[in-house]
């Protein structure tokens, strides 16, 4: 049985689904290859009658009813040599990938669209629905974004959440920037102590590890959690516990640390401390990292929050 490629096209209400499932098939996307267009979320738009020559739209509007029994029976009917899925944004995608596709539908790329205005409430109130969607994504595009929004996205440092996508900030005005520009940094390197507040140590640590080189003999002051290397004996490499998605893909943040007295704390203890950066070579990085060597340390009383989000 030959394979079929599918193109997930996810995201909530007023991402942009429909307008760039339009796009592509007004830019010829089906004109060469019979296509299946699986809507499964009824927005404002609506698609162009004009672009949908080649192409046989079905309608899924109950989340039990996308089953890999009807996508059966729809491949037998339609005879499609590609798929479209326009995803609801309410419905989990590991279903989909572990219940729905049949073995011979092949997902090739994922595209997940966000309403940048309302990305932080959705993100503070369904923040797992959303975090699968922009983690699972080959191409993730914030649009209708102002210049705060975009300031604030950047700051925000999604690269930690998906480092393979391709991200793009849309602006009210119509024009696209690349989410990284090459020059930004989340903190203000111009000040005597880097201050590291407790719930931005994912996004420094984003920072420092993609550019040691910006942080090199600059002191930085934080809170971290004690951890002596198993792998590397003798080795230390505080850190903080980070949730990338959900709760269960916790993973910790360390960093390798240099200084007196480290050895008199025990794995999991708080400490507070102020160091100097620099870059040098280690075993662990397989090369070149980011090296605290400690200036002072002291116990202290863990955050609020423990484990950092994004």
């Not at 923040?127 to 604030?152: H, S, Y």
């Not at 600059?218 to 290397?229: A, D, G, I, P, Q």
Request: overall charge negative.
């Amino acid at each position: 049985m030959a394979d079929i490629p599918v193109y997930l096209v996810a995201g909530f209400l007023d991402g942009g689904k429909t307008n760039f499932i339009n796009g592509i098939l007004e830019d010829g996307f089906a004109r060469k290859e019979r296509t299946l267009l699986i809507c499964c979320e009824e927005g404002e738009e609506t698609y162009e009658p004009a672009a949908l020559d080649n192409v046989t739209v079905v309608t899924v509007e109950e989340e039990a009813d996308l089953k890999c029994s009807q996508l059966k029976a729809w491949e037998k009917q339609y005879r499609p040599k590609q798929v479209l899925i326009e995803y609801n944004g309410m419905w989990q995608m590991e279903r989909l990938y572990r219940e729905v596709l049949p073995a011979n539908w092949v997902l090739y790329q994922i595209m997940t669209f966000v309403h940048a205005p309302t990305f932080e409430l959705f993100a503070k109130n369904m923040g797992q629905l959303m975090m699968e969607k922009i983690t699972n994504a080959d191409m993730l595009v914030f649009n209708r974004c102002t210049p705060a929004l975009r300031d604030a996205l950047r700051k925000r440092n999604l690269r930690m959440v998906n480092r393979r996508a391709d991200i793009y900030l849309e602006m009210e005005d119509g024009t696209s920037e690349d989410y990284l520009t090459g020059d930004e940094c989340p903190f203000d390197l111009s000040q005597e102590v880097i201050e590291i507040p407790d719930d931005d140590y994912g996004v420094w640590y984003v920072d420092v590890m993609d550019h040691p080189d910006r942080y090199a003999g600059k002191l930085v002051h934080m809170k971290l959690v004690m951890c002596h290397s198993k792998k590397y004996p003798g080795i230390h490499c505080p850190g903080r516990f980070a949730m990338v998605c959900c709760e269960n893909d916790v993973q910790f943040l360390g960093l390798i640390a240099k200084g007196v007295g480290l050895n008199q704390y025990e794995n999991r203890d708080w400490l507070e401390v102020t160091v100097r950066m620099a870059v040098e070579n280690h075993t662990a990085y397989n090369g070149k990292g980011p090296v605290m060597h400690v200036l002072s340390a002291a116990p202290c009383e863990k955050p609020g929050q423990e484990v950092v989000t994004f």
